[in-house]
Nanobody
Framework: QVQLVESGGGLVLPGGSLRLSCAAS????????MGWYRQAPGKQRELVASISSSRNTEYGDAVKGRFTISRDNAKKMLYLQMNSLKPEDTAVYYCYRYATRSWGQGTQVTVSS
C-alpha cells in the first residue's frame, strides 16, 4: 500500500519561502511520476508541479519561476521549494502519485502578513 506523508507547511510572510516534503512508502518510487497539487477554500484542486521518473518537470502557470519540484529517489522523497510566496498561494498542498492515484493528507500553507 502506498502512503504519502507531507510536511513543511506553515505560516509565512508574503515574499517568503517554504520547502514542502513528501515521504513515500511502497515500491518503485523511482519509476513513478509524482506531483504537488493545491486546493484553496472554495476552489478546485489544481496542479502545482509534477516530475517524471526521468526528472522532466511541469508547472502550473501561477507558480512558474517561483516554485521548484525535485525528488530524491534513494530516500523516496519529493520536495517543493516555494519562493516569493504570495497570499494567493495560500492553500492545502497535497502530494500525489500518478500510477496509483494516491494522495497524501495535505499540509496547510498560509501566506499572510
Amino acid at each position: 500500500q502506498v502512503q504519502l506523508v507531507e510536511s513543511g507547511g506553515g505560516l509565512v510572510l508574503p515574499g517568503g519561502s517554504l520547502r514542502l516534503s513528501c515521504a513515500a512508502s511502497g515500491s518503485i518510487f523511482s519509476l513513478s511520476t509524482m506531483g504537488w497539487y493545491r486546493q484553496a477554500p472554495g476552489k478546485q484542486r489544481e496542479l502545482v508541479a509534477s516530475i517524471s521518473s526521468s526528472r522532466n518537470t511541469e508547472y502550473g502557470d501561477a507558480v512558474k519561476g517561483r516554485f521548484t519540484i525535485s525528488r530524491d529517489n534513494a530516500k523516496k522523497m519529493l520536495y517543493l521549494q516555494m519562493n516569493s510566496l504570495k497570499p494567493e498561494d495560500t492553500a492545502v498542498y497535497y502530494c500525489y502519485r500518478y500510477a496509483t492515484r494516491s494522495w497524501g493528507q495535505g499540509t496547510q500553507v498560509t501566506v499572510s502578513s
